[in-house]
């Protein structure tokens, strides 16, 4: 291990520790991944407080909207494969959407620029205030005008990414939860993530919390529900390590990835510009890319009730961070 990057590791869990005192979170699972090697893996905190139960390294996490990564890198593979082209139209592979709907491309609607509803009629599933939507219920929603009109702007889409699992099945003929198993997270060489709920018995996993605002304590959400259609676009279930190595291999310069450098380099490109973010960013394929100074770096994010999970990475350094905190957005 490079000395600079050898300091670094003995030092980030002083400072992980440090930031859990200061901001009080529950807990924090960390990963650190260069040049395809994990370097540095560490949890602090609790898992559970009503059990108080330790947080490990091989706890899983809801890891929300890195799901639609994992989605886009799937729709790169069977690009490479030639089973689907960027430019073709939604409606091509998925009837009884609404014209306008179906008139946008894989790659507009992959970019958040199909000017699609964010999350339809439901969007108090997210507060847990109702079960996810259901394959009937997404496409009721996308039976309607889209909210803008496509290609002209940035429109960040939950449902978009839930009709992109819908693509998958309809070309592969195979259910999206099994086929991104194998295609893509087995491929990835990840033994640690599942594309939703449930996960295999005895696995353990971190439970969610709430702030402390309301009640003036904190609450647990269990975490265990299905995302059901929505799980391409939020339902993965994942450990910081998995995640970092998955990451890694996206970088266009991993010298071993299963996608090619045409593709990686595609996905990291930024189409859109968010003008919604404290930080300047653009959306690609299923990935963010932003800089800080001269340092330009490409991940995701991702936020459900009770979870927290930020993916950066720089060159051939990749860091997943996860923490257990009470946001309510994929």
Not at 24 to 38: K, M, N, R, S, T
Not at 83 to 96: Q, S, W, Y
Request: glycine letters at 10%.
């Amino acid at each position: 291990m490079e000395n600079w990057l050898k300091r670094t590791a003995d030092y980030i869990p002083t400072w992980i520790d440090y930031q859990l005192r200061g901001s009080d979170q529950v807990g924090c699972l960390l990963a650190i991944a260069h040049d395809g090697e994990l370097v540095l893996e560490y949890a602090a905190g609790s898992a559970n407080l009503a059990t108080a139960e330790r947080l490990t390294p091989r706890h899983r996490f809801r890891i929300a909207s890195h799901s639609k990564t994992f989605t886009a890198a799937g729709l790169m593979l069977l690009r490479e494969q030639g089973r689907l082209k960027l430019d073709d139209v939604i409606g091509a592979f998925i009837p009884a959407l609404h014209e306008d709907v179906a008139r946008a491309t894989i790659a507009q609607v992959m970019s958040h620029s199909a000017g699609l509803t964010r999350d339809g009629e439901a969007g108090n599933q997210f507060a847990g205030f109702r079960p996810f939507v259901d394959r009937d219920e997404l496409l009721a929603d996308l039976s309607k005008p889209p909210v803008l009109e496509r290609n002209t702007r940035f429109k960040y889409s939950n449902h978009g990414f839930a009709l992109l699992g819908l693509v998958i099945e309809a070309i592969t003929n195979e259910s999206y939860a099994a086929w991104i198993r194998r295609e893509v997270i087995a491929r990835f060489g990840l033994t640690e993530t599942e594309p939703d709920m449930p996960i295999p018995p005895d696995t353990p996993f971190a439970r969610g919390h709430t702030g402390k605002t309301l009640l003036g304590r904190r609450q647990v959400v269990p975490g265990d529900y299905k995302e059901n259609a929505l799980t391409p676009a939020g339902g993965f279930v994942s450990t910081a390590a998995d995640l970092a190595r998955f990451f890694a291999k996206l970088s266009p310069n991993a010298s071993d990835s299963p996608l090619s450098i045409d593709s990686r380099r595609e996905m990291a490109r930024g189409q859109w510009k968010n003008p919604d973010t404290a930080f300047a960013t653009t959306y690609g394929l299923g990935i963010v890319s932003g800089a800080l100074g001269d340092w330009k770096w490409f991940g995701h994010s991702g936020g459900l009730l009770g979870y927290v999970s930020r993916r950066t990475c720089h060159e051939n350094l990749a860091f997943a961070k996860r923490s257990q905190k009470g946001s309510t957005r994929v």
